[in-house]
Each structure stands twice: as structure tokens, then as C-alpha cells.
Nanobody
Framework: QVQLVESGGGLVQPGGSLKLSCAASGHTGSRYMGWFRQAPGKEREFVAAIRWNGGHTYYTESVEGRFTISRSNPKTTLYLQMNNLNPEETAGYFC???????????????????WGQGTQVTVSS
């Protein structure tokens, strides 16, 4: 059983930074892990993914160059460093683990079997 617990969310001013963490256990078979976000009334949106063994990363275009997904060594924690945040990025942020995810489908939330409870990020002045 895979368990994922996010932390690190909070209130940040526009242009500010936050680093999210996702403590992962029981995930030794995960192929990809990812971050998604969901604002009220909107669909869950892909943010970034990382191949758990190998470290290849993949980002949605809107965060490329501002966000960095990474993992700890040993591979027990997933991170998302977010810089230059804007108010439109206010959302609940969720980490997810996929056992059979492939790169071409890594942005599809349906490809991930396990999810954390989410952490709220609010970007406001």
C-alpha cells in the first residue's frame, strides 16, 4: 500500500516561493510520481512528474523554468520547488504515484493510482 503525505503549503505573496514536500512510503514499485493542482470549480491539472528511477522530469508549459520537481536520496520524499508564483496558481496541490505510468501519459491524473490528501497553496497580497 502506497501512502503519500504532502506538506509545505501556505500563503505567499505574488512573486514569492514555496517548497512542497510529499513523504512517500510503500511505493517501491512506482514508475512515476507527480504533482497536480486543483482550484475550486476546476479540473485537476498536471504540474510536474518525475520518473522515480532515473530522475527524468516533465513539466506543464506554464511552470517550466519556475518550478522544479525532485526527489530525495534515498528516494523517500518528493519535492516541488515553486518560484515566482502568481495568484492564478492558488490551488490545492496533490502528489501522486503511478505504478504503470509511461512518459506519454504522465500528465494524465487517471494514470496515477495513489494520491495524497493535498496541501493548500494561496498566492495573494
Amino acid at each position: 500500500q502506497v501512502q503519500l503525505v504532502e506538506s509545505g503549503g501556505g500563503l505567499v505573496q505574488p512573486g514569492g516561493s514555496l517548497k512542497l514536500s510529499c513523504a512517500a512510503s510503500g511505493h517501491t514499485g512506482s514508475r512515476y510520481m507527480g504533482w497536480f493542482r486543483q482550484a475550486p470549480g476546476k479540473e485537476r491539472e498536471f504540474v510536474a512528474a518525475i520518473r522515480w528511477n532515473g530522475g527524468h522530469t516533465y513539466y506543464t508549459e506554464s511552470v517550466e523554468g519556475r518550478f522544479t520537481i525532485s526527489r530525495s536520496n534515498p528516494k523517500t520524499t518528493l519535492y516541488l520547488q515553486m518560484n515566482n508564483l502568481n495568484p492564478e496558481e492558488t490551488a490545492g496541490y496533490f502528489c501522486a504515484a503511478g505504478l504503470r505510468t509511461i512518459l506519454s501519459m504522465a500528465s494524465n491524473p487517471k494514470e496515477y493510482e495513489f494520491w495524497g490528501q493535498g496541501t493548500q497553496v494561496t498566492v495573494s497580497s
